[in-house]
């Protein structure tokens, strides 16, 4: 129940517009007959009004929203909340007020050393314009003649300087509204652009992500990037940022307001990694909301061997100090209450019931700021059960991802912990194993699972030497159920929602 909260957007009382379709998140729990909703990143609870109540069942029922401001102003709390995403309905622009049509986007397509997925690549972008930016490629005329064969702009730069470079580099030579960053290993579908760019109906929307999955293949590799792809951020929908479900989204395909990226500077040209969490973070920062779409899938290649998907993780894991100089404690590995971060401390060191007491303490902590739900004791012990538990499975992950090198010299300097300290090191593997995400064997995909996170917290590691700082390594603790609040309260002239 930790992290960031979120900031509620001004209310435009253009958006959402009239017949705008709204879905509730899956996660979301309705309590007293709807009038309680449970739910959103980070986990809040609204108190909706009967009427407010009646306006949710109409949109999960499928029905439009209205003209009314009220029902927008709703709309957007919930939005902002993610516990509300659009129902965006592909559309080539011509009748939303807002969508462009494909004549108003302009993709730039970096490359370096890549014909073939060039040539993939641009046979799906044919009816869009395109600028193909080859960042001093060895074998430029290879580039040069498939982006002529496709009637794609091109031009080459002298020096690499990375995707993010080459991307500014294309961007200054859109002129139109809108532009479509799609890197040149990217294979997009049909329909991609309109079911990403109904979103920009929304006029505080600066950039919409699809999901990008890694195209199947043969072999233990391929098997295994088809479900653990660092591109791919699941199946869930909602705005990103940090604190959020999907904090980042990669720059590999990036549907954006042009003036938006130029605004905040476009991408850093220091950064080779983690340049599209920096962009992302920027646009979010600067008050743009950016949105995760993954009902459109783009396919990506996968690691063409073992070498260079350990040394593409490695390199993910060295951005987080570059990210750390730019973007503070945005990076921590793992965020949860101190409470939640106590109680597991004391599990760890051999006193569970002690760290139970904690636990239970937080849970009549937080009962008391439920007072006023039907059932506080029920709900608490629901809410703070499930936030424990998910910051045990994140402190799990920040070990098995970042801090393995320390838990490594406790293992070896305190014999009789080597058994827990490897059961939490493996434990998020195991977890997805369990969850369903089995690209091979039982032993062989943990292994695997294991062995990726190791890798990247060996980067991090690499860039917290580099950049000398420790950022990346420290974990965020929230307030929960401290002084932050749990309760959304409303504005004074929100008819939808109560105040407390």
């Not at 998140?25 to 986990?43: A, E, M, N, Y």
């Not at 838990?407 to 593997?429: E, K």
């Amino acid at each position: 129940m930790g992290g960031d909260g979120a900031t509620v957007a001004s209310v435009d009382d253009s958006y959402p517009p009239a017949g705008f379709g709204l879905g509730l998140d899956p996660s979301l729990r309705r309590l007293d007959r709807g009038r309680i909703l449970v739910g959103g990143t980070p986990l809040r609870v609204v108190k909706l009004s009967p009427g407010g109540a009646d306006v949710v069942d109409s949109w999960h029922d499928g029905e439009p929203l209205d003209v009314s401001t009220a029902q927008r102003r709703l709309a957007r709390r919930l939005l902002d909340a993610a516990m509300v995403h659009p129902r965006v309905t592909p559309t080539s622009g011509s009748d939303v007020p807002g969508v462009p049509d494909r004549r108003e986007v302009t993709a730039v397509v970096p490359v370096r050393d890549n014909p073939s997925g060039l040539d993939r690549c641009l046979g799906g972008l044919a009816d869009i314009a395109v600028v193909v930016i080859d960042d001093a490629s060895d074998d430029a005329v290879s580039h040069r003649r498939i982006a002529k064969r496709h009637g794609a702009g091109y031009i080459r730069r002298d020096a690499t300087g990375g995707p993010g470079a080459a991307r500014t580099s294309g961007l200054a030579r859109v002129e139109t509204e809108f532009v479509a960053f799609v890197d040149s290993d990217v294979e997009v579908r049909p329909g991609w652009l309109e079911g990403l760019c109904g979103h920009f109906a929304d006029p505080m929307v600066v950039a919409v992500a699809p999901r990008i999955r890694s195209r199947r293949g043969s072999g233990l590799l391929a098997a295994y990037e088809r479900e653990h792809s660092p591109l791919d951020l699941g199946d869930t929908p909602g705005p990103v940022g940090p604190g959020r479900m999907v904090s980042y989204v990669p720059t590999a395909a990036l549907v954006a307001r042009a003036s938006a990226i130029t605004d905040v500077g476009g991408f850093d040209p220091d950064m080779v990694w983690g340049e599209d969490v920096d962009l992302i973070w920027r646009l979010v920062a600067g008050g743009g909301v950016v949105r995760y779409e993954p009902s459109v899938e783009l396919l990506h290649e996968p690691r063409p061997d073992w070498t260079a998907w350990v040394t593409q993780r490695r390199r993910y894991g060295a951005s987080a100090a570059a990210l750390a100089r730019r973007h503070g404690d945005k990076v921590a590995p793992a965020r949860c209450s101190r409470w939640s971060a106590g109680a597991w401390l004391l599990v760890a060191a051999g006193h569970p019931v002690i760290g139970a007491a904690l636990a239970a303490g937080s849970t009549a902590a937080l009962a008391r700021r439920l007072d006023s739900l039907p059932h506080p004791r029920i709900e608490a012990v629901r809410l703070a059960g499930r936030g424990h538990l998910m910051a045990g499975l994140g402190l799990a992950r920040a070990t098995s991802r970042v801090w393995w090198p320390l838990a490594a010299a406790l293992a070896v300097a305190v014999p009789r912990r080597r058994a827990a300290v490897a059961a939490v090191v493996v434990a998020p593997a195991v977890v997805d194993w369990m969850q369903g995400r089995r690209p091979a064997d039982g032993p062989v995909s943990i292994a695997l699972r294991t062995a990726d996170d190791m890798a990247y917290g060996l980067g991090v590691w690499q860039g917290v030497v580099a950049e000398r700082t420790i950022t990346p390594l420290v974990p965020k603790f929230s307030e929960w159920p401290g002084r932050r609040a749990v309760i959304d309260d409303a504005d004074a002239d929100d008819p939808m929602v109560e105040r407390r």
